[in-house]
């Protein structure tokens, strides 16, 4: 547990890597979820001298409530990852047809996203590497839930989830899924992620770009 709160995510990112350095073997990659996640990984991956690229995972929201996820999407390469909230969707009384109407929107966002952040530069091969998933926060995590389907899916060594806060019910469900989940923080008080940091000022499609490698990295 943190003594304080992060001052900004970078210096998440750097408190992640220290914790993650020597815990990790093997040929390892990181996996930032944008936007705010990618800055974060952009910290670990320094520490573990490991190449870093994202992955993008979209919300489904409920068309009435869209910060209220019913599901989730991610995809690696060609393949697309759906995880449905079914508790949500039968409390909500979501139709396949509503369900879809969304997906579809948030698919077509997700590749422009893909697309905005990469470039032309091809996705870091996931076989038989151990994937470190960091993002900024974990809430519900039902975003990267879905983002560990589509990573398992590329036949890793292995999966680790990393993030600075998070929820103690969010982190204790996700960590059945995967090798091991690193959470810093995890609050009995937890309200949101940004709760966690002085500075939790929206990431930009640049500073994604900047961390990817795409700019130079002291433009972040």
Do not use: N
């Not at 996996?31 to 489904?60: C, F, H, I, Q, T």
């Not at 893909?114 to 039902?142: F, Q």
Request: charged fraction near 25%; glycine fraction near 10%.
């Amino acid at each position: 547990m943190p003594s304080k709160r992060f001052a900004d995510r970078r210096e998440a990112g750097r408190a992640l890597g220290a914790r993650l350095t020597g815990a990790v073997h093997g040929e390892v990659v990181v996996l930032g979820l944008p936007r705010g996640g990618v800055v974060v990984a952009y910290e670990v991956a320094r520490a573990l001298a490991a190449p870093l690229d994202v992955l993008v995972v979209r919300k489904l929201g409920l068309p009435w409530q869209p910060e209220l996820a019913m599901g989730a999407i991610a995809a690696v390469g060609d393949v697309v990852e759906t995880v449905r909230a079914e508790a949500v969707l039968a409390s909500a009384d979501v139709d396949d047809a509503t369900f879809e109407t969304v997906r579809a929107r948030e698919l077509a966002e997700l590749r422009r996203r893909e697309t905005a952040y990469r470039g032309d530069r091809p996705a870091v091969p996931l076989t038989g590497r151990v994937v470190v998933l960091v993002d900024d926060g974990l809430a519900t995590g039902s975003t990267m839930r879905a983002a560990v389907v589509a990573a398992r899916r590329q036949g890793p060594a292995g999966v680790t989830v990393a993030v600075p806060i998070g929820s103690p019910g969010a982190c204790a469900a996700l960590a059945a899924e995967v090798d091991e989940l690193v959470c810093l923080w995890a609050p009995g008080s937890f309200r949101a992620v940004g709760q966690g940091y002085d500075d939790f000022t929206a990431t930009s499609d640049e500073e994604v770009r900047a961390a990817l490698g795409a700019e130079p990295p002291d433009a972040v």
